[in-house]
């Protein structure tokens, strides 16, 4: 059956000022619905029995309607007569909607979406968005990410040198280095991040809206993280911390103390040192790792057995209201981060080593912990990590981790140093 269109001004809706709005009725199987126009009229555009016969509101009319009647021409007369009324409304509005010219800032939207993270994942898709709008010059629209402007965007991060970014002066700086493969990487993954959870928020399948049909993201493949670099330090360094620590002071004797702490309770980070609230009971410390705490079932939770060669480590930094008392020194997380390394920094500078991170300290428990001298299991060390191992995710499931089994690794690569 004919699907038909007229304009009409419905009196009852007339508003309290004496102006209402032109209609179109769209007429389907002898069933009519009403859409509201813009089209605003008043006492003057209408006949005494309340006609329009305004011209130039006729002509608005008009041609509101031709732009609904040239999508309904489209449909073949098997399609439309297996339609409602609703669904011949529902039809035309997804149409006409594809036909407007869908706009986004981008980097606007990407900073909503980051908004909304944990504060470490927050801070990577910050620095990719300062860095896609140092690359157009202006925030983007998402119109404007392309594949060509990915693949141009990728050679832009690997020519510009890192950035450091004051968040006090909200300036940043160039340093002398380049950035690395892990960079281009979590850039263009949050780019690609931000851009699919703009596709799942305005795509509107069930009106058949598509606003961001195509992912170009299935032409445009990021490149993968380069397998890390082994971070670890030789045992001979660690045991050098342990000598020199008491002889040390300020903030080398912090950096030194720290990564010692993190070594001793299987590579804990600083975040979680920083932020952990449980004090340990009958001398297990308990926390739930940051990081991974959103990615995993059991929130990363971790069950640490404090050995007696770190106790004194641990007494030193312990705190009233958190596990330990850095809060107190320092205003935030990232402060205390940038600290300890300064300080590790200082040490290897006095010691005349090659450099290295607070973060060695995980890598080296690690790597310790599954070497020929202690002979742990793999599959321990994985656990005291807290890292997922997809072939035994459903083992996860049914077993109860066996946290006497960690612990004793971790006796066993703490007992290969003198801790007095």
């Given at each position: ?12 809706l ?36 309340g ?56 980097v ?39 594949v ?47 851009y ?7 795509n ?46 300020r ?20 975040v ?39 106790q004194?480590?641990?007494r ?30 200082q ?47 459903m ?15 971790n ?10």
């Amino acid at each position: 059956m004919a699907i038909t269109f007229d304009y009409v001004v419905l009196p009852h809706l007339k508003k309290q000022d004496g102006t209402n709005f032109i209609r179109i009725r769209v007429t389907h199987k002898r069933k009519s619905k009403y859409i509201k126009t813009n089209i605003s009229v008043d006492q003057s555009h209408l006949t005494r029995s309340g006609n329009l016969k305004h011209q130039g509101k006729i002509d608005l009319a008009l041609a509101e309607i031709r732009k609904r009647q040239a999508v309904v021409d489209e449909l073949s007369t098997y399609t439309s007569d297996a339609m409602s009324v609703d669904d011949v409304i529902r039809y035309i509005d997804s149409k006409l909607k594809e036909k407007e010219v869908f706009r986004l800032d981008f980097v606007k939207y990407g900073y909503s979406i980051a908004d909304k993270m944990k504060p470490a994942t927050a801070h990577n898709y910050y620095v990719a968005l300062r860095c896609l709008v140092r690359f157009f010059g202006y925030n983007p629209d998402i119109s404007e990410i392309t594949v060509k402007a990915m693949r141009d965007f990728e050679d832009y991060i690997r020519k510009e040198p890192r950035m450091v970014y004051y968040i006090n002066k909200g300036k940043v700086k160039e340093t002398k280095k380049k950035k690395g493969g892990r960079a281009i990487s979590s850039y263009l993954g949050a780019i690609r991040a931000v851009y699919g959870k703009a596709r799942l928020e305005f795509n509107e399948p069930d009106r058949n809206y598509f606003p961001l049909p195509i992912d170009i993201f299935d032409y445009y493949k990021v490149p993968k993280q380069p397998m890390p670099e082994h971070r670890d330090i030789p045992m001979e360094w660690v045991q050098l911390m342990i000598d020199q620590r008491k002889g040390l002071s300020r903030r080398e004797r912090l950096g030194i103390d720290v990564f010692l702490l993190s070594f001793g309770l299987m590579g804990i980070n600083s975040v979680d040192m920083y932020e952990a609230k449980e004090k340990p009971r009958g001398g297990v410390l308990h926390y739930f790792r940051t990081k991974t705490t959103d990615a995993k079932a059991d929130r990363a939770e971790m069950y640490v057995r404090i050995e007696p060669c770190v106790q004194e480590l641990v007494r030193e930094y312990m705190g009233k209201e958190r596990v330990f008392d850095f809060s107190t020194r320092y205003a935030n997380r990232t402060n205390f981060t940038v600290a300890i390394n300064k300080g590790i920094r200082q040490w290897i500078e006095r010691n005349k080593l090659e450099d290295f991170t607070f973060y060695s300290a995980r890598h080296t428990w690690a790597t310790i912990g599954g070497s020929k001298q202690v002979g742990v299991d793999y599959a321990i060390v994985t656990e005291g990590l807290t890292h997922s191992d997809a072939s035994r995710a459903m083992d996860k499931i049914y077993m109860r981790k066996d946290w006497e089994r960690v612990w004793d690794a971790n006796a066993k690569v703490l007992a290969l140093f003198r801790w007095e």
